[in-house]
């Protein structure tokens, strides 16, 4: 059913190089040399779930090969900078757990190290939150969450290290009383502690919008940590509630006919909004492994396949330049100073560019289609 899907991946595979891969956009777009970044860390961590789902070695083989030349014998990460205290850097280190399992390479293990010392050292809100990066002060966005949270609660597990979890949990209940707004049911991109930033509310610090792929981002690190820690684990609930009342409240969005949610969620049929890959794939992933799991209530297994066959349908396409996946925004944030565009604005999100290809949609695509084939199976 999914034919041109398994194609896509494989194009995926074959077509790219650790120097040169075909959906880092950013990358591409801005003539930048190789670094360690977040976006090529979405697309591991996506490879190993269709590693671990499938067993097929081929994926663990690309994986371990981009990884390798990433990464030098000392563990440090090609262009990495740790005084950047960039949240995104720690993204990519989920995949490295597995793979020092699976290839015993030390450098993998040195480089989870080298990016659990970042997040001891991390700055923090006088909440206790962690600054999104450096150039962010008092900044807090729901991507971190994703970018920091699993790798966080891996390592935690993996060490015997319960503060970890301890830590994290506390950092997602700051999150759910800054900037979930409950009329509706949706949280926002940032908060600023310090409500000082020119984006954010001076009385709350919140931004102004509701962007898709920051809640997208929410919810694939709520049921990845879900994922991961033992049913019976206090905290484990608290996250489940989180994600359940989040996902009952998004659905409403839902758009009817293909499934997908818009870009500024709320903004349904807006000039200039439409409906987007990237979020809308994290969304249904979030519900179809919690539905897998038994968190959620059997009927979001049903939604989000709607969304991942909306996807499917709409925005997966062969012609004659190929197999492509359309409908995903670029890149958007918040910021700093010196980038007055990133206002946090209606007009702001969907003046961003809308691509084919980028990591930020393939990614959790490939993710869901992992849940697809388990329904399937």
């Known amino acids: 059913m999914y034919e041109i899907l398994d194609r896509y991946i494989q ?30 860390g979405c697309m591991m961590n996506s490879l190993l779930k269709l590693y671990n789902q499938t067993g097929d070695e081929r994926y663990i083989k690309f994986i371990d090969e981009f990884m390798d030349f990433y990464i030098n014998e000392d563990g440090l990460p090609l262009g990495f900078e740790i005084e950047t205290y960039n949240l995104d850097n720690v993204c990519p280190g989920q995949s490295l757990f597995d793979l020092y399992k699976i290839t015993s390479k ?43 949270q699993v790798f966080n609660v891996r ?56 962007w898709l792929r920051a809640m997208g981002w929410y919810s694939v ?48 049929g807006k000039e200039g909004n439409y409906l987007e890959t990237s979020g809308s ?19 979001f297994r049903d939604l989000g396949k709607k969304t991942f066959d909306g996807i499917y ?13 359309k ?8 910021g700093p100073y010196d980038n007055l565009r990133r206002d946090g604005s209606y007009e702001y999100y969907i003046s961003e560019p809308v691509v084919e290809n980028d990591a930020k949609g393939v990614a959790p695509f490939f993710m869901c289609y992992t849940e697809i084939k388990l329904l399937v199976h």
């Not at 040169?20 to 976006?39: D, F, S, T």
């Not at 809100?125 to 008092?138: M, R, V």
């Open 106 to 148: 030390e450098k993998y293990k040195k480089c989870i190290e080298l990016l659990f010392k970042q997040l001891k050292e991390q700055p923090r809100t006088h909440e206790n939150n962690f600054w999104h990066k450096q150039i962010y002060p008092n900044q807090v966005w729901l991507d971190g969450l994703y970018m920091a």
């Open 155 to 210: 390592y935690g597990l993996e060490n015997n290290k319960y503060e970890c979890i301890d830590d994290m949990i506390k950092q997602f209940e700051i999150v759910r009383e800054r900037m979930y707004i409950v009329e509706k049911g949706l949280y926002v991109h940032g908060y600023d502690a310090s409500k000082s930033i020119f984006w954010a509310n001076k009385e709350t610090g919140r931004s102004a919008n509701f």
């Open 281 to 299: 794939a994290m969304v249904a992933y979030a519900m179809l492994k919690g539905a897998r799991l038994g968190v959620l209530p059997a009927n």
């Open 221 to 268: 690190a709520l049921i990845d940590i879900i994922g991961l820690l033992p049913e019976t684990d206090e905290h484990r609930k608290t996250l489940v509630s989180l994600l359940e009342e989040f996902l009952s409240e998004i659905c409403k969005y839902q758009n009817e006919e293909t499934g997908l949610y818009w870009q500024v969620v709320d903004k349904a």
């Open 11 to 40: 194009r995926v595979l074959t077509e790219s190089t650790p120097e040169a891969p075909i959906w880092n956009l950013e990358m591409i777009r801005q003539g930048k040399k190789p670094h360690w970044n977040y976006i090529d």
């Open 327 to 334: 409908g995903i925004c670029l890149v958007a944030g918040l």
């Open 313 to 325: 349908n709409k925005y997966m396409s062969e012609s004659e330049d190929g197999l492509n996946l």
